[in-house]
């Protein structure tokens, strides 16, 4: 069975710096999405892409974040100057229509910590 | 959006069925009931969707009462390894945000030896 995948697993980072979280979304797929989870809480939206652009951001998606699909195969979660609030697992997630019968399949999710 | 409710959380025994209820009073016409899974340290992964009376597969059941505010998702004899957080969400269709998802709490589901 296809799956989006993620890397890396873990990523460790001093505040301020930047990270890149990298996804793959199943192949066949036009539509992409970052969630994160912060520990103990709800999965949150952060942001939808489709036809390389944003279609939908969350008010925690601000101009820190961005993300881009730079070569067609890969989507990436860029935080610019990292703070200790963005700890959290991030969640790619990727379907095939935006009709609300097709699924979106999450993928295991990049645990980031900010030191 | 449509607000979801559902317990905290549930205990069960292994071979038993478990049944969670997810109330959704503010439901639209055009909203559909979707359940997810989340394993510790894993992403949440599709169960079962409907949009009224029963859907079954492979996995669950989902019985939906004709006015639609309420949901139950029916776990037939569960194991060690349903052990898991379970989430209903309200997804509407066409919604022109390509179908963000909005996770509650959800519940808990702890099933026992």
């Known amino acids: 069975e296809p799956e989006v995948t993620q890397t890396p697993s873990h990523q460790v980072t001093q505040m301020g710096q930047e990270v890149i979280l990298r996804c793959v979304p199943i192949s066949n797929h036009l539509y992409f999405y970052w969630y994160r989870q912060i520990l103990g809480q709800k999965v949150e939206f952060l942001v939808s892409f489709y036809n390389n652009e944003i279609s939908e951001k969350s008010e925690i998606f601000d101009d820190q974040f961005s993300v881009e699909r730079p070569d067609g195969s890969n989507f990436t979660l860029k935080i610019r100057s990292t703070k200790l609030e963005d700890s959290a697992m991030y969640f790619c997630?990727?379907?095939?229509?935006?009709?609300?019968?097709?699924?979106?399949?999450f993928g295991p999710g990049t645990r980031l910590l900010v030191l | 959006l449509a607000k979801t409710t559902q317990p905290i959380s549930m205990d069960s025994y292994e071979g038993q069925e478990v049944n969670i209820t997810c109330s959704h009073n503010?439901?639209?016409?055009?909203?559909?009931i979707t359940w997810y899974q989340q394993f510790p340290s894993q992403g949440p992964r599709f169960i079962i969707q409907g949009y009224k009376t029963k859907v079954t597969n492979e996995v669950a059941s989902l019985f939906i009462p004709a006015d639609r505010k309420s949901s139950t998702l029916s776990l037939p004899r569960v194991s060690l390894s349903d052990t898991a957080v379970y989430y209903c969400l309200v997804v509407p269709m066409f919604s022109g945000g390509y179908n963000k998802l909005i996770f509650g709490a959800g519940t808990r589901l702890a099933v026992h030896p």
């Open positions: 503010n439901i639209a016409t055009n909203d559909y």
């Open positions: 997630a990727s379907s095939d229509s935006r009709e609300v019968q097709e699924t979106q399949y």
